[in-house]
C-alpha cells in the first residue's frame, strides 16, 4: 500500500511540482494551502508524512504543528520555509518536527528526507515492537507455574511491582531469580526506562568499582575517558544486583550510601550526581549468616531486604516440572527446526522426579540435549536415560552410580541442625574435591553450585 503525503503550502505551484515528484515515487499525495484545511484534512484521513510550509495565511505551519502535537495526531512533520531561522528550525524541532528544509530545495533534497524519515519510523516500530515482545515475556501471566508456591511469589510481584523500594530476591542458582526481577521491572511503570542487570561476583573487585559507579579520565592508568557507570545508564529504571552476598565490603559502604542519598560520585571525580534507579538484588546466599559472620554490612541487608521475595527450588515444586519441560520442548523444537517430540508418560514422571539441583536451568539444559540428541516422535524412559547418561546427571537418573554414606554425628543433648548441615557440607565438598582431582570449578559442577559459593564454603570450612 502506498504511503501518503499530505502537502500544507500556499503556493500552488509548489504543491503542484511536488505531488508530481511524489507521485512519481509512489506516494499517494493530498495537498492544503494553509493549516486550518491541513487540519480539516487530518481529521478525516490519516498520512504517513506532513510537509508543511512556516509562513501561510490563516494558519502558519508552526501553529498547525502545535495542534498536531496537542492532538496527538500521528505522522512524520518535515518543515519547509523560505525565510527560516535557526531559532524557526529550533522551535519547530522541540513541536516535534522531525527535520527543516530551506527553500529553495533539490528535489533529491526532499526525497532523501522522506527516505530518512521512512527508515527512522521503520526503526521505532520495530524498537516498540522488541519492547512489547520483552515486556510480554516477563508478564507474570506468561510465567509457567502450577505450583502454589510460585502463585505466591507472583502475587507479591503483583503487589509491589509500580514502588520504587528495594527488593531481595532469594533462591538457589537456577530457580530464576533474575526472571522475578524482570517481572518488577517490565510490570511496572519504570518499564519503559531500562534495565540492567550485572553479577558482583563476576567482575574482579578491581574493575567493580568502576562498572557500577563509573570513572573520570585519568582516575586510573586505564581510564582513557570519562565513562558512566551501570547505576547511571539504569537512570529512571531498574538496577539488578545479582549475587549480591558476594559484593566486597569496600563497595557495600558506597552502594549504602548511594541508596540513603540517592547520589553517586564517579571515581576520581569531585561532582556528586543525582541518580533516580530502583535496586533490586539477589543471592543464593544466607545473607543473615554473612551478617553474623562479618562479611556483610548489617545496614546494608536491612536497607535491601525491604521486599523479600523467595523464589523455591524445583524439587520444592514438582508440578511446575512438566509444565516448564513442554515450554522447553517445544522452543528448543522451533529453535533447532526439529519435528514433533513428546516425552511418554514414564518419561515425564522420571523428569519430575528428578531432584533438579541445578534447578530449572539444569532442566532446560537436559530438555535442548534430548531435542539436539532424540528422534522424532515419542521419547520414552528408557531414550530419556540414555541421552541423560550423556551429562552430568545421567548417572543419577540412571541410579547405576556407587553410592557413598554421609555419617554426621549429632549430639542426642544438642542436635543443631545447622551443625549438622555444615558438617555433611564439609564431607560432601572433600568428596568432590577427591573425585575431580582438586579441581574447584569442576567440583562446584558436580555438587549443583556456583564457582563462588564453593570457594566461600571451602574458605569457610578451612578446606584447602
Known sequence: ???????????????????????????????????????????????????????????????????????????????????????????????????????????????????????RESLRRENEA???????????????????????????????????????????????????????????????????AINCGAIPETLLESELFGHRKGAFTEAKSDRAGLIEEANGGTLFLDEIGELPLTLQTKLLRFLQEGELRRLGDTEVRKVNVRIV????????????????????????????????????????????????????????????????????????????????????NVIERCVLLGGEGEISREQLVSIWEGGAAGERVADRSPRVVIRVPVPLANPDLKNAVKEMERQLIRLALERTGGSRPKAAELLGISHPALLYKAKEYGIN
Open 281 to 364: 538484588a539477589a543471592t543464593a546466599r544466607d545473607l543473615e549468616q554473612e551478617v553474623s559472620a562479618g562479611s556483610f554490612r548489617e545496614d546494608l541487608y536491612y536497607r535491601l531486604n525491604v521486599i523479600r521475595i523467595h523464589v523455591p527450588p524445583l524439587r520444592e515444586r514438582r508440578e511446575d516440572v512438566p509444565l516448564l519441560a513442554e515450554h522447553f520442548l517445544a522452543s528448543f523444537r522451533r529453535k533447532f527446526r526439529k519435528g514433533e517430540m513428546r516425552f511418554s508418560p514414564e518419561a515425564m514422571e522420571t523428569l519430575a522426579g528428578h531432584d533438579w539441583r541445578g534447578n530449572v536451568r539444569e532442566l532446560e
Open 1 to 119: 500500500m502506498a504511503e501518503r503525503i499530505l502537502v500544507v503550502d500556499d503556493e500552488e505551484s509548489l504543491r503542484d511540482v511536488l505531488k508530481r515528484l511524489l507521485s512519481a515515487e509512489g506516494y499517494h499525495v493530498s495537498h492544503a494551502e494553509n493549516g486550518k484545511k491541513a487540519l480539516a484534512l487530518l481529521a478525516r484521513e490519516r498520512f504517513d508524512y506532513l510537509l508543511c510550509d512556516i509562513r501561510m495565511p490563516v494558519m502558519g505551519g508552526i501553529e498547525l504543528l502545535r495542534e498536531i502535537t496537542s492532538r496527538e495526531i500521528p505522522g512524520t512533520v518535515i518543515m519547509m520555509s523560505a525565510f527560516g531561522s535557526v531559532e524557526t528550525a529550533v522551535e519547530a524541532m522541540k513541536l516535534g518536527a522531525y527535520d527543516y528544509i530551506s527553500k529553495p530545495f533539490m528535489s533529491d533534497e526532499i526525497l532523501l528526507t522522506l527516505r530518512k524519515a521512512r527508515e
Open 130 to 196: 522488541l519492547r512489547e515482545e520483552v515486556q510480554k515475556a516477563f508478564r507474570p501471566e506468561m510465567l509457567l507455574y502450577a505450583s502454589r508456591s510460585m502463585d505466591d511469589v507472583v502475587r507479591m510481584v503483583e503487589k509491589v511491582k509500580d514502588y520504587d523500594t528495594t527488593a531481595l530476591v532469594t533462591g538457589e542458582s537456577g530457580t530464576g531469580k533474575e526472571l522475578v526481577a524482570r517481572m518488577l521491572h517490565y510490570g511496572g511503570r519504570r518499564k519503559d526506562r531500562p534495565f540492567v
